[in-house]
């Protein structure tokens, strides 16, 4: 018996030094850009480089904020992001519910479809985007670059979405209609409103994966339309990249989207839970 509990032991603290080793791989580039942000403009180029800064300063997020097309970058990609997805969470819903409901051939054919999809290489999809845009005079807006975007979130939102519908008993819908509620009605009166927490993973996903986009909006912005992660790998000097300005509008670019996962993150591990187990 004890000899078990040793052994239970020992696998928990291996598991626990491998977990911390891994925060500390994911979070130490994180970190280290967080303190490059406060150094100054010398000590950024230092060689060899520190971590910590002998001298903390925040020139470096008073420079980034005060350059022209920060701010309506920052606003850009709020709103690419939102109407990415929206585009996503419409075409999604409808996708994923009549698969998942319908249960045909075609539909087995069309979620594999979308995974596939997904793997396309997205250099593959942006550069025929550059001409259809042009041609229908859409170049150089958010409009355009949240449909790019939404060709990346949107597979995985069906795919997503099949799960959370797949886990809401069919008996509910057959109780709607008995009460006179069309298949349209029982979806939107019962169907949607159970899988709310699901919605929210799958639209917390789509925002993030335009939030942090940077293919597409190289290819098909311009000036206007321009998103953050553009203007900040347009950060140079006459001596090269402004490593304090990039690093101080990636630590703000970064604080809305760590926030909302830590605002969210029950709901998230709630929508995620529900989608996996059925009934």
Known sequence: MNGLETTRTSSRAILWVA???????YGFPFLYMLFTSFKTPL?????????LPSSWTIENYASAIGRDGVVASFVNSVVTAVLSTAISLVLALPAAYAVTRFRTRFGRFFIVGALVMRMVPPIVIGVPMIGIFRSLGISDTSFALAIAHATISLPLSIWL????FEAVPEELEEAAKIDGASRLGALWRVVLPVTAGGIAVTAIFA?????NEFLFALLLTATRSQTTPIVIANFQTQFGLDWGAM????VLYSVPVILLALVLQRHI????????VKG
Request: hydrophobic share 70%; aromatic share 8%; proline share 5%.
């Open 19 to 25: 977990l911390v080793l891994l925060v500390v791989l």
């Open 161 to 164: 979405m099949s799960s959370f």
């Open 43 to 51: 000590e950024t180029i230092a060689v060899p480089p520190t971590v």
């Open 247 to 250: 690093t101080a509008l990636a």
């Open 207 to 211: 925002f993030l994966a335009s939030w």
């Open 269 to 276: 591990v709630a929508g995620l839970t529900a989608g996996a």
